[in-house]
């Protein structure tokens, strides 16, 4: 069965240096992957997906992933880290083999500290 | 294009209740899918509806139903309401293809006394 795991509840990070939120998915083929982040009292709004092609995704803000497949990663990074990027972060996964539903992490908060 | 549009915003309602929660996905998509989210369970699949069939469902009990309209509109009943049904109701909307993102309204909060 799909899955995905965000290893991490929070992270820390000063305004001005570099971030990243790591996933970690399991998938019986190749995986489709996505990046929302969530406001407080928002919906999700889309930052990126992978779907083939190019491991290096741009998303929207300045964000990117890196599909890695030999680690089943897609570890979503920013060279330099706002205040307003303190969010709610999900990773989430569909199984290309077994595509009946998009599969979401446990959710990773960021906190970008002036 | 306008968004994912979701009514009401806030509802509060007592256990043993039903509530219906609708759902106006972006113009042209087809399928609309459901989550509910709280801060223990995390998002949780509830079912997605493409032109107007049920094409998946989550690991819920069947006090939660849906349905879709013609013009892709959705709706979401929950019967018999629990306290542990409080939570944010989201939908997202998308053409129905497995590749394509899915964009979320902004949700339904419903509380449950």
């Known amino acids: 069965a799909q899955s995905v795991a965000q290893p991490e509840d929070q992270v820390n990070v000063a305004e001005g240096n570099p971030l990243t939120v790591k996933c970690t998915y399991s998938v019986s083929g190749n995986p489709y992957l996505f990046w929302y982040v969530q406001y407080p009292n928002r919906g999700l709004q889309f930052l990126l997906k992978?779907?083939?092609?190019?491991?290096l995704v741009k998303g929207s803000y300045g964000f990117e992933a890196e599909f890695n497949k030999s680690q089943t990663s897609f570890h979503l990074k920013k060279p330099s880290a706002l205040v307003s990027d303190s969010a709610l972060y999900f990773c989430?996964?569909?199984?290309?083999?077994?595509?009946?539903?998009?599969?979401f992490g446990t959710g990773t908060r960021l906190q970008v500290f002036p | 294009k306008a968004g994912v549009t979701q009514t009401p915003r806030y509802l509060i309602k007592t256990r043993g209740q039903q509530v219906t929660l609708s759902c106006s996905p972006i113009s042209g998509h087809r399928s609309v899918s459901w989550y509910q989210q709280t801060p223990g369970q995390g998002l949780q699949f509830l079912f997605e509806?493409?032109?107007?069939?049920?094409?998946n469902k989550g690991n819920f009990p069947g006090r939660f139903s849906g349905r879709q309209f013609s013009n892709s509109r959705s709706e979401m009943n929950v019967s018999t309401l629990e306290l542990g049904d409080s939570a944010l109701y989201l939908c997202?909307?998308?053409?129905?293809?497995?590749?394509?993102?899915?964009?979320f309204g902004p949700g339904t909060r419903l509380t449950v006394l």
């Open positions: 997202a909307s998308s053409t129905g293809q497995f590749t394509d993102t899915q964009y």
């Open positions: 989430a996964v569909r199984d290309p083999v077994n595509t009946d539903k998009l599969i």
């Open positions: 509806y493409f032109s107007e069939t049920q094409r």
């Open positions: 992978y779907i083939t092609g190019d491991n």
